[in-house]
């Protein structure tokens, strides 16, 4: 791992340590915070899964009806009946956190569902189209609230694959750096200080020479 452009010093030894303590702090809070991402993450899409599945049932009842409906009416019956629409949804449009990651909340009003009448008149239409319509009107709620799912949990994903690059940065780039910077400061502060001893000891030694010359003389 290469090692961090620093000077060798006391100083930048402490505030180098300093860094690494704030570095295996983040890693674990970043850490923790992905796990639990992880967590929500498979429970939204287990509900998401048993949602959708309900979801495309109800369609596929729909959509056969409306194959029906097409295959004994008339075509310009037909798009003329469905020209206007038969209900109004209120839907509200939010947003809410889930560990710092905003994602939508969608709320339908039920009873605005229950407004509503044909517009169209029963002569010239079928049961089929009638059964289309209610079971449309009955996936609407949960249409909505399949599409809250789906993009809560492509957020999610997107912001684990986010926290899941960041922990790696910093367990496999900086908190090693930052160890082996704080290993080749003290070795070069322990290599200094050997080197002030020898020298000290040199002086000593050429000062007791010296002064041993001098009784001699």
Known sequence: MAVLQVNPTRMELTQMKRRLVTAK???KLLKDK???LVRRFILLVRENYSLREKVEK????ALNDFALARAVMDPGSLRQALMYPARQAAISVGRTN??????PQYTIDE????????PYGMADTSAQLDNAIETMAEVLP????????EKTSSLLADEIQ???????ALE???????EDTIRYITMKLEENERGALIRLMKVKDMIEQREANSQLI
């Open 172 to 178: 496999y780039v900086m908190i090693p750096q930052f």
């Open 58 to 61: 109800l369609l596929g009842y």
């Open 162 to 168: 986010k926290i899941r690059r960041r922990v790696n």
């Open 25 to 27: 702090r983040g890693h």
């Open 111 to 118: 009873d605005s569902l229950t407004q509503g009448s044909l």
């Open 34 to 36: 992905r796990d639990e």
């Open 142 to 149: 949960s249409l909505i609230h399949l599409a809250e799912k």
């Open 98 to 103: 889930i560990l710092s990651v905003p994602v």
